[in-house]
């Protein structure tokens, strides 16, 4: 039985407190929010969760990765992703999608309309857009300062909590190839009150830190087995000369397309 994106959030108000240790730098609170599927006990309920993956910066500039410039170089325009989201979504109220990387959804935001803002705030309330991880990337886990971690997160979810209010969102951390997970990351998320870390092919508590008393550093963390693809049995991917923003399968041979009778 197959689902669109489950979003239930049922977590207290978080305090996300920077280095200046300014407690009311950033307030996030998530409400209630049901917008599941039902599910039936007795069968396996699979959820689809479609979310971005947008460097905001690799082998492009972030202006390149978001107007579409250089695709000679990769096939990415993230501002086309938002576009035909919130465009699917309005289609079909069964649809969710999540966002990870508020830099390109900010300048998304402000090129858009005010009708097409409340449109947006709208699809937020419902739990049908929802923001996940919220700071302003996805930050590398090896080279970067501590401090600097804090100051993207802070901006992103600042942003995110003057533009949405009280915003719907989870506290998880999705991290797709982060390459070098560290342990530091894990205890900084957890105090930040994420409750989950996922990030490739294994399932694990993390106990992150072995000075701060348990569980104040310790996170769930699910690692997919195929990164950020589907798994090598089922092909929900476009080949490449069919879309401008998506890559190859990176299985070795390419099985049968998903459609109602594969699944």
């Not at 240790?21 to 599910?39: A, E, F, K, N, R």
């Not at 999705?174 to 930040?192: D, G, I, N, T, V």
């Not at 589907?230 to 080949?239: A, D, G, K, R």
């Amino acid at each position: 039985m197959l689902h669109p994106l489950c979003t239930e959030t049922h977590a207290p108000p978080l305090v996300l407190r920077s280095h200046f240790q300014d407690p009311g730098l950033v307030m996030v609170s998530w409400s209630h929010s049901l917008s599941c599927h039902p599910t039936k006990p007795d069968m396996l309920n699979v959820h689809l969760v479609p979310h971005t993956h947008d460097d905001v910066g690799w082998l492009k500039t972030v202006d390149q990765y978001y107007y579409g410039d250089r695709n000679d170089i990769q096939h990415a325009g993230v501002q086309y992703i938002l576009d035909s989201v919130v465009d699917q979504l309005l289609k079909n109220p069964d649809r969710r999608f999540i966002y990870v990387e508020t830099a390109f959804f900010f300048r998304w935001w402000k090129q858009q309309s005010p009708a097409m803002q409340e449109t947006v705030k709208q699809l937020v309330n419902e739990g049908r857009l929802e923001f996940v991880n919220g700071g302003w990337c996805m930050s590398d886990e090896a080279t970067t300062h501590y401090s600097a971690v804090i100051d993207q997160m802070t901006m992103g979810l600042r942003f995110l909590n003057d533009t949405f209010g009280a915003v719907r969102a989870t506290p998880r951390r999705l991290a797709h190839r982060p390459l070098r997970p560290r342990p530091e990351h894990a205890s900084m998320f957890a105090q930040m009150g994420f409750d989950g870390f996922f990030f490739g092919r294994q399932e694990l508590l993390w106990r992150a830190s072995d000075s701060l008393t348990p569980p104040l550093a310790d996170l769930f963390t699910g690692k997919p087995r195929s990164q950020r693809h589907p798994p090598p049995e089922i092909n929900l991917l476009t080949p490449p000369s069919h879309s401008p923003t998506q890559g190859s399968c990176p299985t070795a041979t390419t099985p049968p397309r998903a459609s109602a009778g594969t699944i």
